[in-house]
């Protein structure tokens, strides 16, 4: 019984002993504590100021940003402005140039037509004009033997007694001052043979023709 109570002693006195070192040490954090509370809120109250002062810096930084902001929308609003002004003055331009233009273009397209239509109708009046000179002044037909009209010129004239190598030329003559037209009807500048052959494509009458080869040989 003794022993039982001893242990029991001995283990409330250590327990009393375990107690007692963890007041201590709670006191002694306390105090620990204590030391370090003001240096704690030194700096709290450090980093409180540096907080504000950052929170001023962004303020003033946020209203520099904004003026500009608003500044560069101004100046954006002016710009439109006049970007706007510009294109309806240019959209007037155009429009009156385009009315102009397409005025003019459209009297230009008409006149150049009417002078299209005059030139065709000048251009078909003149072919009409050459084709009835060639039928009137014609002196060859389509395989290179003399016309009709020419044989009975040259008979004609020679039975008038005209000489039949003054034929030719009065020809030309009476048709450059008549008719404005040079006729290509030279017989006596070619070669004696070709004289000849010419004279033959022209069907005079036999005495008259006679008449022509024997004159054609005495110039030969």
Known sequence: MKILKQKRLINDYEYEKRQRKSSDNEVQRDVEIGKMQPQIVDHVKKSHLNSEDHVQQLLHENENLQKQVEHLQLCSSKRNKSVNYYKRSLKKVKSKFKTEIHGEVKSLKDTILNKDKEIQSLLSEINELEEKLRD????????????????????????????????????????????????????YHQSRQHRLSLMKDIILPKNLLRKGLNHLQVLA
């Open 136 to 187: 009137n002044v014609n002196t060859k037909n389509a395989d290179g033997s003399y016309s009709d009209s020419a044989q009975l010129c040259v008979i004609e004239l020679a039975g008038l007694e005209v000489a039949v190598e003054k034929i030719p030329k009065v020809v030309q003559v009476v048709s450059s001052h008549l008719f404005a037209r040079h006729l290509n009807f030279l017989i």
